[in-house]
């Protein structure tokens, strides 16, 4: 059966191949509507299995129009619901399988999250999030309560800066909201705390040469620098907590 989004899916339209892309395609062709996406990003994306490009026999990655419809699905997930990964996972896989109102097969159909899923984590898009939230409006917004919220501030994981509260500590707010569903508290995330506080050294001594530099295009690499460390990091930390839990998971 043909899964709309896979890239095994519809090699062929009115009996021509589909036009395949570069990764480096890919990333100009959604940075235009996600700014912030990098080929680590991509990558990440592929080893989560939510998107298969196709290999050519040296082994680069081709991308269909399908596949860069549906990275644009999840990317507009994360940044406009903050859904996890799993949640969207699972969505995919419902669209997969033809259960439910698939979107279409253009990448502005599968840019639009289902309105089943904005019910589920009430969450809203960033760009309506204010430059400062007040500490009533971010426990509003994340769906903490009080005293979880003052964990976070003794535990070092989110801070009132300038009068109020900004669109970072409202993401960490909301992850902990979600890590509360199993059992996490503020306590236990502790470690977290330091390890972002280890590698913003270890970073710092990598863009510091670049922040240094008075230009634009010095700056926008230094940022560039830091999501893809971030990225990267975020990877193999993830790959390391598979490998201590594979006795427990039974792999």
Do not use: N
């Not at 502005?108 to 939230?133: C, I, S």
């Amino acid at each position: 059966m043909t899964v709309p989004g896979r890239s095994a899916a519809a090699a062929h339209v009115g009996g021509q191949a589909q036009a395949l892309m570069s990764i480096g395609e890919v990333l100009a062709h959604l940075r235009a509507e996600f700014p912030d996406v990098t080929i680590s990003k991509l990558r990440f994306l592929e080893a989560e299995g939510l998107v298969e490009p196709r290999r050519t026999p040296a082994g680069y990655r081709k991308y269909a129009r399908s596949d860069v419809a549906r990275l644009r699905f999840v990317l507009a997930a994360q940044r406009d619901q903050y859904l996890p990964l799993r949640v969207i996972r699972e969505q995919l896989s419902e669209l997969d399988r033809g259960d439910g109102a698939a979107p279409g097969d253009t990448p502005a159909e599968w840019g639009r999250p289902r309105p089943a899923l904005r019910e589920v984590t009430g969450d809203e898009p960033a760009a309506r999030v204010p430059a400062r939230l007040s500490r009533a409006e971010l426990l509003a917004r994340s769906g903490l309560a009080e005293p979880a919220l003052a964990s976070l501030e003794q535990y070092g994981l989110v801070a009132e800066r300038a009068g109020g509260y900004d669109a970072e500590a409202l993401t960490v707010a909301r992850l902990v909201a979600q890590l509360a569903e199993y059992g996490l508290e503020p306590r236990h995330l502790r470690p977290y705390r330091a390890a972002a506080d280890r590698e913003v050294g270890l970073f710092t001594q990598v863009v510091t040469p670049l922040a240094r530099q008075s230009t634009p295009a010095a700056r926008s690499r230094a940022a560039e620098t830091v999501r893809e460390l971030a990225a990267l990091c975020q990877q193999l930390q993830a790959a390391l907590v598979r490998v201590g839990l594979r006795e427990t998971l039974g792999d």
